[in-house]
């Protein structure tokens, strides 16, 4: 991966309040791109005028997260205008938890 997104990819992590995952999660141990106490993130970017979601990228994340005991949440971001962030609805709770989190932290 170019260190520009490598490094965009860091940022985003942060600032969504979660730990980066070296090597995008290349690795053996840490899996997805970014991870949290409760949460495991996948990461697409792109400067471009769209994105490809493919569905095996999502049961990557889901079987990821089930195997790590988190909350999958997939983060699309479409510099430099928008970073959106999406889940399935049988999480909001636990989602609701984690942005009162980080707004309460200031961080977003």
Known sequence: ???KWSKREDEVMIE???KPTKQSGA??????DGHGEEIIAQLKSTEG???TVRRDDVKSLFYNAAVSHK??????DLMPSYLL??????????IYEWLKCLYESGDI
């Open 1 to 3: 991966m170019p260190k």
């Open 16 to 18: 969504l309040g979660l």
């Open 27 to 32: 690795g053996w141990l840490e899996k997805e």
């Open 49 to 51: 005028k769209g994105i």
């Open 71 to 76: 909350i999958p949440v997939f983060v699309i």
């Open 85 to 94: 962030v999406a889940f399935s609805p049988e999480n909001y709770k636990e």
